[in-house]
Each structure stands twice: as structure tokens, then as C-alpha cells.
T-cell receptor, first 115, second 117 residues
Framework: DVKVTQSSRYLVKRTGEKVFLECVQD?????MFWYRQDPGLGLRLIYF???????EKGDIPEGYSVSREKKERFSLILESASTNQTSMYLC??????????????FGPGTRLTVL | DQQVKQNSPSLSVQEGRISILNCDYT??????FLWYKKYPAEGPTFLIS?????DKNEDGRFTVFLNKSAKHLSLHIVPSQPGDSAVYFC????????????????FGKGTKLSVKP
């Protein structure tokens, strides 16, 4: 059974704190993604990675950074959390190669509240 | 500018009836389209997909129709059940220059479906 796990389901942090969100997949997928989901805005891509130590900016990278030191793990970092980063954060992974399409498998999400 | 649009933020349907969720796109380079379903406090799960070279794909109660000339696709759920109540996301897979998928997906904003008993 394929699995993407996220370190926390719910997280409450204070403005200015450094926040780490961890994501681990056990499917040996090359691609990993971080999204945030907000009401009325859908899923917005923050960062993604096609390989270890590689990262690409998505649509809304400002205020975030990522780290991919191992294939199975992709971390999202909020350097200095702000209230507008209160959101549901979703991690996903998919296989690479010449597949016709790459279904993404999602983790359960982390509901982050920044006070 | 949004490349994948779901213009209806919500839809309410009676149990047993048909649910039709719509999605429009602007980029003719999209190769595949996918529908995801998301319950509150859970991650999205893959539901059904369709290749841009087809006009219909069916899986049980779920059918996706693609009208390439209109750049429009729709998801039909028949019959609708209360357990289908969720947010449905339409997503498009861009084709890469070297063939195959780029790997990323472009998502619409979602439509919240409510199926009433």
C-alpha cells in the first residue's frame, strides 16, 4: 500500500518562529511536491523536487524554502512564520520517467495555524 | 492567469441523481487530465483520468468526458451517494518537450459537492 506521511496533522506556531514540515514517502518516487490549500484558492504549488538535492520553485515560493537530502524525504521550511501562512499544507509524490502521466499521491496534510 | 478553471465552487445534488462537475482549461499542451477527491482533514485521492486523445473514460459510477475543441471536461457521478460529498479537483498534466509528462500537475480551485440523502 503506497504511503505518504507527514510529520504532524495539526501544528500551532507563533509569528516569527521557524517551522519545519516533514514529508516521507515509501514508494521510491523521484518527484515530491509541497502544496498549500486555502478555501477558494484550491491547491497551490509551493516547491517541488525531481531528485535528491534538487528543487524548483512553484507558484508561491515566497516565505518558504525546502530541503531534499534523501530521496524519500522532502522538508518544507518556513523561515519566519507569519499569520498569512496559516493553511493546510499537503505533500505529494510521483514517479518520474516517460509515463504518460504521473499520478500524484498525497499525504494526509498538516493544518498549520500561526498566531 | 488560471490555466485550469472550475467555475462552480459548490454543487448540491439529491442522492441517486447525477452529479456533473465541470472543468475548463486554456493550454492545448495538456496531455492528461485527472480528477481528485478530497475529504476534510485528508489529502486528495486520485479518482479517474483521461488522455487528451480520448473523449470518454468510465470507471464504475464515475465517467469523465473530454471535449478537446471546447477545452472542457466534465466528471459525471451516477448515481450520486452521500459518501461522494467532498471537494473535487480537476488537474491537468502538461506534456514535456522530450515526451512523457513534466511531472507536475496544474490544479483547479475545486468544487465542493454535497449529496443530500
Amino acid at each position: 500500500d503506497v504511503k505518504v506521511t507527514q510529520s504532524s496533522r495539526y501544528l500551532v506556531k507563533r509569528t516569527g518562529e521557524k517551522v519545519f514540515l516533514e514529508c516521507v514517502q515509501d514508494m521510491d518516487h523521484e518527484n515530491m511536491f509541497w502544496y498549500r490549500q486555502d478555501p477558494g484558492l484550491g491547491l497551490r504549488l509551493i516547491y517541488f523536487s525531481y531528485d535528491v538535492k534538487m528543487k524548483e520553485k512553484g507558484d508561491i515560493p515566497e516565505g518558504y524554502s525546502v530541503s531534499r537530502e534523501k530521496k524519500e524525504r522532502f522538508s518544507l521550511i518556513l523561515e519566519s512564520a507569519s499569520t498569512n501562512q496559516t493553511s493546510m499544507y499537503l505533500c505529494a509524490s510521483s514517479s518520474a520517467g516517460t509515463a504518460e502521466y504521473n499520478e500524484q499521491f498525497f499525504g494526509p496534510g498538516t493544518r498549520l495555524t500561526v498566531l | 492567469d488560471q490555466q485550469v478553471k472550475q467555475n462552480s465552487p459548490s454543487l448540491s445534488v439529491q442522492e441517486g441523481r447525477i452529479s456533473i462537475l465541470n472543468c475548463d482549461y486554456t493550454n492545448s499542451m495538456f496531455d492528461y487530465f485527472l480528477w481528485y477527491k478530497k475529504y476534510p482533514a485528508e489529502g486528495p485521492t486520485f479518482l479517474i483520468s483521461i488522455s487528451s486523445i480520448k473523449d470518454k473514460n468510465e470507471d464504475g459510477r464515475f465517467t469523465v468526458f473530454l471535449n478537446k475543441s471546447a477545452k472542457h471536461l466534465s466528471l459525471h457521478i451516477v448515481p450520486s451517494q452521500p459518501g461522494d460529498s467532498a471537494v473535487y479537483f480537476c488537474a491537468a498534466s502538461p506534456k514535456s518537450n522530450y515526451g512523457g509528462s513534466q511531472g507536475n500537475l496544474i490544479f483547479g480551485k475545486g468544487t465542493k459537492l454535497s449529496v443530500k440523502p
